[in-house]
């Protein structure tokens, strides 16, 4: 189930991936949308479409499951939606279940499809909220007002300025983006390139390095 589940994510990854093109061609249709600026939407909108395009897929399983019970398996339609959702929650009580060959033939793949999918969709939902937490804090973080005291703060090398550098990086910071050990380690990584101690690198600097 475990290997089984791995690539069947894989493929929903894919396939939630090859969904948000035509999705967003879709939306855009009366538009005159270039590839650039598809792939440029679906890039800082991906994990909303991801979500949008498993919970279609999501309802079109769960209509199908549904009326396949209804059609073939003969059960109730309050009885079906309740097998299919039992099913699907992984939780299968058996009363409710597929009964005829052919129904557990389609079970065979409806299920496994239909249970990686249900939990594509709360993946998404989870990431869904977690950005748009962060972009509450980035509009909250740029507009606010700077102070006397987050200018201290920015000033990395003391020197009584704060460069452009060190504002991005501030900002950066109080966004939640970076922290304070990827900026050390990344500094860390800078001096031992800046061979000459001169605060810049170059290629010698570079080269030097290398050799070292």
Do not use: P
């Not at 440029?40 to 499951?65: D, P, Q």
């Not at 939606?81 to 060959?101: A, H, Q, R």
């Not at 704060?162 to 990584?189: N, P, R, T, Y």
């Amino acid at each position: 189930m475990a290997l089984v589940g791995l690539v069947l994510t894989k493929a929903a990854d894919y396939l939630a991936e090859k969904q948000e093109i035509l999705l967003v061609k879709a939306l855009h249709m009366n538009q005159k949308v270039g590839e650039l600026q598809v792939l440029k939407e679906i890039e800082t909108n991906r994990v909303k479409y991801k979500f949008y395009t498993t919970l279609i897929i999501l309802v079109v399983l769960i209509l199908s499951g549904t009326i396949f019970l209804y059609k073939v398996e003969n059960l109730g339609l309050v009885d079906s939606f309740y097998c299919v959702c039992s099913t699907i929650t992984t939780l299968g009580y058996g009363d409710k279940s597929f009964s005829t060959e052919g129904g557990r033939i389609f079970a065979v793949f409806w299920i496994l499809a239909s249970t990686i999918c249900l939990a594509q969709f709360f993946l998404y939902v989870a990431e869904v909220n977690t950005e748009n937490r962060q972009r509450a804090l980035v509009k909250w973080v740029l507009g606010r007002r700077t102070t006397n005291v987050d200018l201290e703060a920015a000033d990395i090398d003391d020197n009584g300025v704060v460069g452009a550098a060190e504002f991005v990086l501030f900002k950066l910071k109080e966004m939640g983006k970076i922290c304070q050990q990827d900026i050390s380690v990344i500094m860390e990584e800078f001096e031992n390139l800046d061979v000459d101690q001169s605060g810049t690198l170059s290629v010698s600097d570079i080269s030097e390095a290398q050799i070292c």
